[in-house]
């Protein structure tokens, strides 16, 4: 099983600034197989990145995903007060399908 | 448009079983893979389990959590996934998601099972 670890656990920032989110992974991952997703209290995942660097139809160009083997990351050029939530990666290149413990974003 | 509908969830004692379901639509569901994911209140997302499509084999991995308990089934003919669980536990009580990959994943709103007496 690949084992994800994200970081940092709580990030906090203000709006305006740059987010950086880390996710590494225990086993190389998959033909880059990682999604990243936001939730808000109450709301299923939206996702995000799959492919490690594809952006989901509709998310803002200022988010971006870069990343290959282990090392991934997720970056928020300029964060939007709505930005400000809970954040999942999952790797799904090999069965079974895990997820990150999750990065929570936080206004400073 | 996929669009991914589960039912199901509600409240039920420790020990019962439960059957959830995943209505889909906007996508050649026979052709999929579905998987189940949940999340526990207040808690981080978790894999259940997949089910390839049939032509792949059809066959299903679940988390080692749920193994052995957790039967993922498939009615291509309904556009229906479910999910069996039994002898539910107090540690089931989560939101349940079915969701598929198509040029990126896709998820139902979910549905809340909450084991109690």
């Known amino acids: 099983e690949i084992v994800l670890t994200q970081s940092p656990g709580t990030l906090s920032l203000s709006p305006g600034e740059r987010a950086t989110l880390s996710c590494r992974a225990s086993q190389s991952v998959s033909s880059s197989k990682l999604a990243w997703y936001q939730q808000t209290p109450g709301q299923a995942p939206r996702l995000l990145m799959y492919g490690a660097s594809s952006r989901a139809t509709g998310i803002p160009d200022r988010f971006s995903g870069s990343g290959s083997g282990t090392d991934f990351t997720l970056t928020i050029s300029r964060l939007e007060p709505e930005d400000f939530a809970m954040y999942y990666c999952?790797?799904?290149?090999?069965?079974?399908?895990?997820f990150g413990q999750g990065t929570k974003l936080e206004i400073k | 448009e996929v669009q991914l509908v589960e039912s199901g969830g509600g409240l039920v004692k420790p020990g019962e079983s439960l059957r959830l379901s995943c209505a889909a639509s906007g996508f050649t569901f026979s052709n999929a893979w579905m998987s189940w994911v949940r999340q526990a209140p207040g808690k981080g997302l978790e894999w259940v389990g997949r089910i390839k499509s049939k032509t792949d084999g059809g066959t299903t991995d679940y988390a080692a959590p749920v193994k052995g308990r957790f039967i993922i089934s498939r009615d291509d003919s309904k556009n229906t996934l479910y999910l069996q669980i039994n002898s539910l536990k107090t540690e089931d009580t989560a939101v349940y998601y079915c969701t598929t990959f198509s040029s990126g994943w896709y998820w139902g709103q979910g549905t809340l099972v909450t084991v109690s007496s």
């Open positions: 999952q790797q799904y290149g090999s069965s079974p399908y895990t």
